[in-house]
């Protein structure tokens, strides 16, 4: 399975320590398996402006794409991930092998009048 991240926005909050700090992001993983099938989680992964490190604070504009999602990654981990990588697998499985319903009147035992 080969996985790709995308960041689709983020909120950013200003106080009297930082300018613009991303506070809530919202990003959308995407794994596509070896015959092209592709399945996607949409997640959310909060910072709160306790874990903003003043020291060490990143100005909006100067993110990056790979930064941002470097810090998502790094929540997304363990037994969250698996969660996140299963429903990915699982959505690429209903894709391939579609559950069909079928009604009363489709029953093989059922025959017409």
């Known amino acids: 399975m080969n996985y790709t991240w995308k960041l689709d926005s983020i909120k950013r909050k200003t106080t009297s320590d930082v300018t613009n700090a991303v506070v809530q992001t919202y990003w959308t993983k995407t794994g596509t398996d070896d015959n092209g ?19 060490n604070f990143v100005a909006y504009e100067n993110l990056t794409s790979d930064i941002v999602l470097g810090w998502i990654q790094s929540v997304v981990v363990g037994d969250y991930e698996a ?26 035992w059922t025959t017409s009048t």
Not at 37 to 55: C, L, N, R
């Open 37 to 55: 099938v592709e399945g996607t989680f949409s997640g959310a992964t909060p910072f709160p402006m306790e874990s903003v490190d003043s020291e």
């Open 83 to 108: 969660h996140v990588n299963a429903q990915i697998a699982k959505m690429i499985d209903a894709t391939v092998s579609p559950e069909t319903e079928a009604n009363e009147a489709d029953f093989p």
